[in-house]
């Protein structure tokens, strides 16, 4: 079993930036994928970007060049550092891995999941 924690959540205003972090109980296998996800109220939760085993990027649309994700060379944490927020970023954000390579946009394909880290952007 693999615990996810998420920290780096906060409030601030349009056009700041935030960075999150997730760190896994355990060192993953570094060919596992890890993803950001995100909730906002009301909606569904939605990939925010991935990285895959192999450390192919795929981001959601709504990112446009202002989100970046990264694992460390360990294979244990994982970082996202978003810039130029805007108030529609505001959600839950979650931290996500599954026990294979290549990522996926599906919630249901995901094996484990963090609590979540809240952030709040406003204008």
């Known amino acids: 079993q693999v615990q996810l924690v998420e920290s780096g959540g906060g409030s601030v205003q349009t056009g700041g930036s935030l960075r999150l972090s997730c760190t896994a109980s355990?060192?993953?296998?570094?060919?596992?994928?890890m993803a950001w996800f995100r909730q906002g109220l009301g909606k569904e939760r939605e990939r925010v970007a991935s990285?895959?085993?192999?450390?192919?990027?795929v981001y959601g649309d709504f990112v446009k060049g202002r989100f970046t994700i990264s694992k460390t060379n360990a294979d244990n944490s994982m970082l996202l550092q978003m810039n130029s927020l805007k108030p529609e970023d505001t959600a839950m954000y979650y931290c996500a891995s599954r026990i294979v390579g290549y990522c996926s946009d599906a919630t249901a394909d995901y094996n484990y999941w963090g609590k979540g880290t809240r952030v709040t952007i406003s204008s």
């Open positions: 355990r060192v993953t296998a570094s060919g596992y994928c």
């Open positions: 990285i895959s085993g192999a450390g192919v990027t």
